[in-house]
T-cell receptor, first 112, second 116 residues
């Protein structure tokens, strides 16, 4: 079964700290992996998309890496800010007629 | 460019009624996905439409149905509403239709359905 797991479920850090969110997935035959941000009660905002042929993608203070062979991706957030507080979701697109499969997310709190 | 739009933003229905939720993807996106996010739970896949056809459905009863229109907008219908159908319903659009597969999914802001 194709599953996505995110650890930790929740994380609280002081402002300014660099942090790493983890995502693991079964079955390394992925097409791409996408990281999203979700604010409470809101929709999902796409942060980064990593194609299966790529090892990392960067956008501003965010850097996402992909290691297909080990079934892992990490989202690195540099110099965290209170505005980064949200739930971060990892989603994997596998081959065939399959939809994005989501992890349960990591709820991040950045304390000023 | 307009993002993915969903309507209504909030919907309150009585148990046993029917609900209709709507989604318009970004221009050029032909695939629409529907997800359910119940309180405290992760995103559960409901339905996938591409080029007007249902491509896949998740593990939900048949009272969850939908369709996609020629302009690629989509409708999700939930019949015989139950209390546990209360959730945030999200739709996403992509160009993923079996031909172009490495594309980014864009989500709308969701419809909050409350069944009382």
């Amino acid at each position: 079964k194709q599953e996505v797991t995110q650890i930790p479920a929740a994380l609280s850090v002081p402002e300014g700290e660099n942090l790493v969110l983890n995502c693991s997935f079964t079955d390394s035959a992925i097409y791409n992996l996408q990281w999203f941000r979700q604010d409470p009660g809101k929709g999902l905002t796409s942060l980064l998309l990593i194609q299966s042929s790529q090892r990392e993608q960067t956008s501003g203070r965010l850097n996402a890496s992909l290691d297909k062979s080990s079934g892992r991706s990490t989202l690195y957030i540099a110099a965290s800010q209170p505005g980064d507080s949200a739930t971060y979701l990892c989603a994997v697109n596998w081959a065939g007629n399959t939809p994005l499969v989501f992890g349960k997310g990591t709820r991040l709190s950045v304390i000023a | 460019e307009a993002g993915v739009t969903q309507s209504p933003t909030h919907l309150i229905k009585t148990r046993g009624q029917q609900a209709t939720l709507r989604c318009s993807p970004i221009s050029g996106h032909t695939s629409v996905y529907w997800y359910q996010q119940a309180l405290g739970l992760g995103l559960q896949f409901l339905l996938w439409y591409d080029e007007g056809e249902e491509r896949n459905r998740g593990n939900f009863p048949p009272r969850f149905s939908g369709r996609q229109f020629p302009n690629y907008s989509s409708e999700l219908n939930v019949n015989a509403l139950e209390l546990e159908d209360s959730a945030l319903y999200l739709c996403a659009g992509t160009s993923q239709g079996g031909r172009i597969i490495n594309t980014e999914a864009f989500f709308g802001q969701g419809t909050r359905l409350t069944v009382v």
